[in-house]
């Protein structure tokens, strides 16, 4: 059951990526180049995921618990801090150079173009190296704990 | 990068997808309770494969939720769908662009699922600030290599 719902969610998540043209680097890129060939599309998807789950989280946050765990477990960190910046100044200078995040990037692996097939092993370095590199707190400043 | 077609303003395809995202990310909180954060399911992923500090346990529908994913694209070529795509074909570009996304999320504790969708969505701040900072990062990188670097 497990699986099988979260399989769904997945593909739901996939498909809107897909028609949204979010999977698409292209469109990316155009949306990010306001100078250029700017496509503002993708205003609208981030606009219609953020509306939608802003709607259906407060309706699943009137239930005590969700569905297939005891309880909820969202962030808690309000913390804006330095590796939250700096993690985001890196993701977006590369969001910005490849035209991928890390859900269009799965999203495009089966499809198995030749820039796909270098971005998803790199992006999975990245995320063990920068995992080892918080946990050995490099850069979290004083009394910092995550 | 290299590439710099014209790309066409789909508004309503846009929405729409927007829309099943935003579905979606409900379900893994009315589900799951958790944040359908991408990167964040893809270092549980990272942890079935090798010993990756900071990985959940729950890592059973986070790993069938990447299939799911992956499953997308081939589910709507299978009902006659186009799916369209123009990935960069400068290798070393995309090398270094999946490190910088790969750190980045790490780092920064997201993407644009997790801070920009899920984060918005529950009002935070900690993620509009990741929001604002990556938009600003990918804005400013594309300027600097399609206009000043690339002479376009």
């Known amino acids: ?146 | 990068m290299e590439m710099e077609l014209e790309t066409a303003f789909t508004p309503w395809a846009s929405l729409t997808g927007g829309v099943l995202i935003g579905l979606s990310a409900v379900m893994v909180l009315g589900l799951f309770g958790r944040i359908a954060g991408i990167s964040g399911i893809t270092k549980g992923f990272l942890g079935t494969v090798l010993p990756t500090p900071g990985t959940p346990r729950d890592r059973d529908w986070r790993l069938a939720f990447l299939f799911g994913l992956m499953a997308a694209p081939l589910a709507l070529m299978l009902v006659g769908g186009t799916v369209s795509q123009a990935v960069p074909s400068n290798l070393f570009g995309m090398a270094v662009a999946g490190l910088l996304v790969g750190l980045g999320t790490a780092l920064g504790s997201g993407c644009t699922s997790g801070h920009g969708v899920c984060g918005l969505a529950r009002l935070s701040r900690r993620s509009l600030a990741a929001v604002v900072t990556f938009m600003a990062a990918g804005f400013v990188t594309v300027f600097v290599l399609r206009h000043v670097l690339g002479g376009a």
């Open chain 1, 1 to 146: 059951m497990r699986i099988a719902l979260g399989f769904l969610s997945g593909l739901v998540f996939g498909l809107g990526l897909v028609i949204s043209g979010m999977s698409n680097p292209a469109k990316v890129l155009n949306f990010l180049d306001l100078a250029g060939t700017w496509d503002p599309s993708l205003a609208f998807v981030m606009g219609g995921a953020t509306v939608t789950a802003f709607i259906g989280y407060r309706l699943v946050w009137h239930r005590r618990a969700p569905v297939l765990e005891t309880r909820f477990d969202v962030p808690t960190n309000t913390r804006i801090d330095r590796p939250l910046i700096l993690g985001a100044a890196l993701f977006g200078t590369g969001w910005g150079i490849g035209g991928f995040c890390p859900g269009p990037a799965w999203t495009a692996l089966p499809l198995l173009a030749p820039g796909t097939l270098v971005f998803v092993p790199a992006m999975l370095a990245g995320l063990w190296l920068g995992a080892r590199a918080s946990s050995l707190g490099i850069l979290a400043p004083k009394g910092a704990t995550q």
